[in-house]
């Protein structure tokens, strides 16, 4: 088992900001990274709610959702997801996506993806998100194109 000994999983902080933009640089390089201050920007929204796993103190996974809509029911946008390349393929990006969906409550999710990014999608599909559209040329700085993805809303009864 390839699970780092201790991997603490609790809520982002304004203070993990600068780590987190180190990270967007190393994850995103040719699709504009987010700088520090953005994640600051998305931290003081009430309507975000951003994860962070830690190992030895050390942020190496973030994951944040919006909440849209005034009121119920609601839906849900995954912002940002990305787990340090030191770290990745042991379930910790797994288990930041299973904290956002735990957030949303049963509410449809949209994302949206790089075509080529199989990881994610993968990821994705195995919680139950399925492509529902495609935006050409989503990403401005790489021109790549973007799949959309929801996950349907649990069905209350
Ligand atoms: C996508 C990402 C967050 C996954 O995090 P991770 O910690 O490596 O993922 P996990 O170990 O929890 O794996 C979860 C699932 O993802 C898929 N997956 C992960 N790495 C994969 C790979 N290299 N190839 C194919 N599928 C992969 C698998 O379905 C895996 O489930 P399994 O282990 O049961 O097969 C990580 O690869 C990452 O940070 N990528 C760069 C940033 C990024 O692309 N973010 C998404 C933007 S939309």
């Not at 088992?1 to 999983?9: I, K």
């Not at 309507?47 to 996974?61: I, K, S, T, W």
Request: aromatic content about 10%.
């Amino acid at each position: 088992m390839n699970q780092p000994a201790h991997v603490v999983y609790e809520g982002l902080r304004i203070g993990d900001a600068d780590r987190c933009a180190e990270l967007e640089a190393q994850l995103f390089p040719g699709d504009d990274p987010w700088p520090a201050v953005a994640f600051i920007r998305e931290l003081e929204s009430r309507h975000n709610h951003y994860v962070a796993a830690r190992v030895d103190g050390q942020l190496v996974g973030y994951a944040g959702i919006t909440r849209l809509g005034r009121k119920p029911p609601f839906e849900y946008e995954v912002h940002t997801i990305g787990v340090d390349t030191a770290f990745q393929g042991r379930g910790i990006g797994r288990r930041l996506l299973d904290m956002l969906l735990e957030i949303a409550d049963g509410g449809a999710v949209f994302l949206e993806v790089r075509t080529d990014n199989d990881a994610a999608i993968k990821l994705y599909q195995s919680v139950g998100f399925g492509v529902v559209g495609l935006r050409k040329r989503y990403y401005r700085v790489s021109g790549a194109d973007a799949y959309t993805m929801r996950r349907d809303p649990r069905e209350t009864s």
